[in-house]
């Protein structure tokens, strides 16, 4: 018998061996050569930035993040847990002669609330990310040692908002109601704000304005979202970085049940392209802020996958 769960533990291992071969022979390197870890930052130049500078007419600043705290619901298991300390102080002891201070503890998950998906954070289902990346080679216990959130320079970018509730003449969008390319298409032209090269493009679903404080379980057990074909339509138009006012971007439930968030395997695994999850583009949207400088400077925690942000908007 044990030759017998060895013989086929053997065969199983050979199998998978042979996927992965097949795997790595049939994935292209990235356009920006084999050894890119940063997609679609690589649209960053000192010329897009300049010109996306000119789009700061006002001088008024919006923030995109939104205030989370232990209550904020998230994709389950997810969570956060803050402890504010006074290290030793206890007994009225004082450690300067001249001040006292607090500290802050944090246990929790990176991926809560607005947030920045980094290259490492979604793959196929052979085990394989961006750039021929594969999980076992890189996705360690203690962290990641390729495709890590530091390795994402500083976001400075045209940004545009798409008011898709508005453009199905409702204030917020419906739980498995999607937006299809068309849709998109028809509120670039309604708004004058075209998917360019290089951009940063949110999409307004009312979704978070409507149930994150009215209805929280509501709000993260399922959402509006894009299509598939979106995400498709996003990456050959090049952008930079694709994002909504939801938890997940794509819509859950999906169409396909047998193909749930393919737009994050479309934007992340297969163009390097970053998604941008939470983004408060609501007040955008009221004040018709359509296009606007987006600013992100994310913190760099090496080998992170993810990263709670908040992201400027610049008119």
């Known amino acids: 018998m044990n ?18 071969a097949v795997a790595d022979e049939d ?15 690589n649209l960053i130049s000192a010329a897009s930035v300049l010109a996306a500078s000119k789009l700061v007419t006002q001088g008024k600043v919006y923030s995109l993040g939104i205030t989370i705290d232990s209550t904020t619901p998230a994709f389950p298991p997810r969570g956060l847990s803050l402890q504010v300390v006074q290290p030793n102080q206890q007994e009225s ?82 739980a ?3 937006f299809t390319v068309e849709d998109v298409q028809a509120v670039e032209a309604k708004q004058g704000t075209p998917v360019e090269a290089g951009s940063v493009v949110l999409f307004h679903t009312g979704w978070t304005d409507a149930k994150l404080i009215d209805a929280p379980d509501e709000w993260v057990a399922a959402e509006p979202g894009q299509h598939e074909d979106v995400a498709k339509y996003l990456a050959g138009k090049d952008i930079l970085a694709a994002g909504a006012d939801t938890w997940g971007l794509d819509v859950v439930p999906p169409p396909d049940p047998t193909r749930p968030f393919q ?29 606007f400088l987006f600013v992100l400077g994310h913190a760099k925690v090496r080998g992170a996958v993810q990263m709670i942000i908040n992201p400027i908007a610049i008119l």
């Open 3 to 20: 030759h017998t769960i060895t013989r086929i533990g053997g065969a199983l291992a050979l199998s998978a061996l042979a996927v992965g």
């Open 263 to 291: 737009g994050h395997v479309t934007l992340l695994k297969e163009n390097g392209i970053y998604i941008l999850e939470t983004m408060n583009t609501g007040p955008l949207v009221r004040d018709g802020a359509f296009e």
């Open 27 to 41: 994935c292209q390197p990235s356009r920006w050569g084999g050894e890119d870890e940063i997609g679609s930052a």
């Open 93 to 174: 002891a004082r450690p300067f002669p001249n001040a006292v201070y607090n500290d802050d503890v944090f246990q929790g998950w990176f991926g809560i609330g607005p947030q920045i998906d980094g290259l490492g954070h979604i793959g196929g289902p052979d085990g394989m990310y961006y750039n021929c990346n594969h999980a076992v080679d890189f996705a360690g216990i203690t962290g990641l040692t390729k495709l890590g959130i530091e390795k994402i320079p500083p976001l400075v970018a045209r940004g545009i908002v798409l008011d898709m509730a508005g453009h199905f003449g409702v204030e917020n969008m419906e």
């Open 176 to 178: 498995g109601q999607f």
